[in-house]
């Protein structure tokens, strides 16, 4: 009976082996423990669990929220503008009362989640480093006969890397012309009007001076 490869071999067990239940990590749960805490808190604030679909995402205020403290002024100073119905000025106040109450919030979860972006993207750096150089190794120590068992690996390794474009090979740069090969020169046109501003400064150029 024939061997089977050692390569075959390794892939039919990875394919034969099991599927592993999910494990939670401990990053996990204090995530989950973070968001679930913070869903808990948004949903107390009046408008958040509301159908935003239909809202534009560059919607824009068209007028700052100093003009709109100068807006309620001048309408409870005015009996006329009063009169004219066309400002809420509860609703208005209590626009003005949540922009002030929820910026510091967002401000804080902007700041919040570009930390833990940057401490993330340290983190893969740091460990992206460590694992080229592991491959680096890898493509030295698959060359011995005893260590077929890598291979997979390696090719593994090699088809990720070439999938988010690195370890591709660079296109051939076109070759440089060879020694006494001269480059033609395409003829310049001489467009009619040009010719003819040429000629009439070359007959004067050559006319004789009055006498």
């Not at 494990?23 to 958040?48: C, N, S």
């Not at 006969?145 to 988010?164: G, K, S, Y």
């Amino acid at each position: 009976m024939k061997e089977e490869p050692a390569i075959g071999q390794e892939k039919r067990a990875l394919q034969r082996a099991p599927a592993v239940a999910p494990i939670i990590t401990p990053y996990q749960k204090i995530a989950g423990e973070l968001g679930a805490a913070i869903m808990d808190a948004v949903v107390r604030i009046p408008g958040y669990a509301e159908d935003l679909s239909g809202i534009r995402k560059n919607l824009r205020r068209p007028v700052t929220p100093e003009f709109l403290g100068m807006t309620i002024a001048a309408i409870e100073a005015s009996i006329e503008l009063q009169g004219v119905n066309q400002l809420d000025v509860t609703d208005c106040r209590d626009t003005l009362q949540f922009s002030q109450g929820i910026q510091p919030l967002i401000d804080q979860l902007y700041s919040v989640a570009r930390r833990l972006e940057l401490i993330k993207r340290v983190r893969e750096a740091r460990a992206g480093r460590d694992a080229l150089t592991v491959y680096s190794i890898a493509k030295r120590v698959v060359s011995d006969p005893n260590n077929t068992h890598i291979v997979v690996h390696v090719e593994n390794l090699r088809a990720e890397l070439r999938r988010i474009g690195l370890g591709r090979p660079r296109k051939s740069l076109a070759p440089a012309p060879e020694r006494g090969e001269h480059h033609v020169r395409k003829p310049r046109r001489n467009f009619p009007a040009a010719s003819a501003r040429r000629s009439g400064v070359a007959v004067l150029a050559e006319a004789p001076d009055a006498a």
